[in-house]
């Protein structure tokens, strides 16, 4: 299994930006997709989360600015991120279980400059 993150970059407060996550070496329309951040110093925490079904889950934190959908054809996820803070600054980490294993991707690094 793999997972590709792309999409990071520099942002002012209050602008948008798109994630994306590429999967390849799983069914992917099976696989529940979710999206992770971190800081240094701190632990990962769950963004988003979205299951096989298209059922979503957000964090507190961006429920509202956030969007997390997918793309079985493309095997693809995505996080539409909106009305951005300096505080989401963070490395995002595209993440999958499979057959009882955790996978991440290499994570994608968004800076909201305020």
């Known amino acids: 299994v793999q997972l590709q993150a792309s999409g990071g970059g520099l942002v002012q407060a209050g602008g948008s930006l798109r994630v994306s996550c590429v999967a390849s070496?799983?069914?992917?329309?099976?696989?529940?997709m979710g999206w992770y951040r971190q800081v240094p110093g701190k632990q990962r925490e769950l963004v988003a989360i979205?299951?096989?079904?298209?059922?979503?889950n957000y964090t507190i934190s961006v429920k509202g600015r956030f969007t997390i959908s997918r793309d079985n054809a493309k095997r693809t996820v995505y996080l539409q991120m909106s009305s951005l803070k300096p505080d989401d600054t963070a490395v995002y980490y595209c993440?999958?279980?499979?057959?009882?294993?955790?996978?991440w991707g290499r994570g994608t690094l968004v800076t909201v400059s305020s």
């Open positions: 993440n999958t279980d499979h057959r009882g294993v955790r996978y």
């Open positions: 979205i299951s096989s079904g298209g059922s979503t």
């Open positions: 070496g799983m069914n992917f329309r099976i696989n529940s």
